[in-house]
C-alpha cells in the first residue's frame, strides 16, 4: 500500500503558541489529503480536504483561522494549530489516496498535547 | 441518518476462533466503496479490506474476509483464526460515488483473549 508519514508523532507545547504538523506521501503524489481529529474512544472527525495548489475545503464547525492548512506539493500538506490551547489537545491524523486507488491511505498520527 | 453504523462498542473473541464485526451502512449512491481500517493503540490507522458496490464477489485478504449484504446493506468484517495482535479498534468506512469524503462508524474495540 501506500506510504504515508505523519511528523511530528508527538508533540507538547505551552497554550499560545503554534504547532505545524507535516503530512508526506512518501512513494506518490497526492493531489488532495485529508486532515482528522480523532478525541479518546472516540471515531474519526474530517476536519479539512486539503487540495494541492489551492485553498483548503473545511468542514463545518472547523476554524479555517485557527487550523491552518497549506498544499504546497503534490507530497506535502501541512495542519498549523495557532494559538493553541488545551482543548485544542487531540490526536490528529492526515491521509491521502493510493494513487489510483479509492483507498484513502494514513499517517501515523501526531498526539498534540497543549499545557 | 448515520451513514455508518457500528453496533457493537466491544467485542471479545478466543484466540483461534473466528469473530465477525458488523457494519451496516446507508446510501442512495449506486456506486459506492466500504473498507475496513484497524487502529491499533499506537493510533495508527491500518488499511485491511475493501469491498466495492459492483463487486460480484466478497473481498477477501488473508484471515480478513468482508461478508457482503448488498440488499441488507452489510458489509460485516469477518477475522478468522484471531491473534493476540488483532486486539484493536476496527473501524468500518464508506466513499460514495466519486465523492472525495469518507465516512467513518464509531468503532468496534476488538480483545483477542489468550
Known amino acids: 500500500g501506500a506510504v504515508v508519514s505523519q511528523h511530528p508523532s508527538r508533540v507538547i507545547c505551552k497554550s499560545g503558541t503554534s504547532v505545524k504538523i507535516e503530512c508526506r506521501s512518501l512513494?506518490?503524489?497526492?493531489?488532495?489529503m485529508f486532515w482528522y481529529r480523532q478525541f479518546p474512544k472516540q471515531s474519526l472527525m474530517l476536519m479539512a480536504t486539503s487540495n494541492e495548489g489551492s485553498k483548503a475545503t473545511y468542514e463545518q464547525g472547523v476554524e479555517k483561522d485557527k487550523f491552518l492548512i497549506n498544499h504546497a506539493s503534490l507530497t506535502l500538506s501541512t495542519l498549523t494549530v495557532t494559538s493553541a490551547h488545551p482543548e485544542d489537545s487531540s490526536f490528529y491524523i492526515c491521509?491521502?489516496?493510493?494513487?489510483?486507488?479509492?483507498?484513502?491511505?494514513f499517517g501515523p498520527g501526531t498526539r498534540l498535547t497543549v499545557l | 441518518a448515520q451513514k455508518i453504523t457500528q453496533t457493537q462498542p466491544g467485542m471479545f473473541v478466543q484466540e483461534k476462533e473466528a469473530v465477525t464485526l458488523d457494519c451496516t451502512y446507508d446510501?442512495?449512491?449506486?456506486?459506492?466503496?466500504l473498507f475496513w481500517y484497524k487502529q491499533p493503540s499506537s493510533g495508527e490507522m491500518i488499511f485491511l479490506i475493501y469491498?466495492?458496490?459492483?463487486?460480484?464477489q466478497n473481498a477477501t485478504e488473508g484471515r480478513y474476509s468482508l461478508n457482503f449484504q448488498k440488499a441488507r446493506k452489510s458489509a460485516n468484517l469477518v477475522i478468522s483464526a484471531s491473534q493476540l495482535g488483532d486486539s484493536a479498534m476496527y473501524f468500518c468506512a464508506m466513499r460514495e460515488g466519486s465523492g472525495n469524503q469518507f465516512y467513518f462508524g464509531t468503532g468496534t474495540s476488538l480483545t483477542v483473549i489468550p
Open positions: 469491498q466495492g458496490s459492483y463487486d460480484q
Open positions: 512513494d506518490f503524489q497526492a493531489t488532495t
Open positions: 491521509s491521502a489516496y493510493g494513487h489510483g486507488t479509492d483507498t484513502q491511505y
Open positions: 446510501t442512495s449512491d449506486p456506486s459506492y466503496g
